[in-house]
């Protein structure tokens, strides 16, 4: 519990861009794959983009992946997601993950608490 630090959240105008950040311990952070997830009003939580431990291979989702980058730090021990060309239905609570592959994200031992985006139109 509280593994995970989201930072970066906020309010944008459509077509603008934000940077999402998570921070974690380093025997997470140099174990797992980690990504993102994110949860709307009314909405099941929703895979994003995942990125692995190494940083070789990445998973983003087809519904961002021409707008969403995750990249990670490995001196900083954090994952970023940018966020670019925001439209207001990416609306929502952003959740930090660590999972055991950027493919099986949705089972994911470690979860961060969660941060607001909001995108007004």
């Known amino acids: 519990q509280g593994e995970l630090v989201e930072s970066g959240g906020g309010m944008v105008q459509a077509g603008g861009s934000l940077s999402l950040s998570c921070a974690a311990p380093?025997?997470?952070?140099?174990?797992?794959?980690m990504g993102w997830f994110r949860q709307a009003p009314g909405r099941e939580r929703e895979f994003v983009a995942a990125?692995?431990?190494?940083?070789?291979?990445?998973n983003v989702a087809d519904s961002v992946k021409d707008r969403f980058a995750i990249s990670r730090d490995a001196d900083e021990k954090t994952v970023s997601l940018q966020m670019n060309s925001l439209k207001p239905e990416d609306t929502a609570v952003y959740y930090c993950?660590?999972?055991?592959?950027?493919?099986?994200?949705?089972?994911?031992?470690?979860w961060g608490q969660g941060i607001q985006v909001t995108v007004s139109s």
């Open positions: 380093g025997r997470i952070f140099n174990t797992y794959a």
């Open positions: 993950a660590a999972g055991n592959t950027i493919w099986t994200m949705r089972s994911s031992e470690y």
């Open positions: 990125i692995s431990w190494s940083g070789v291979s990445t």
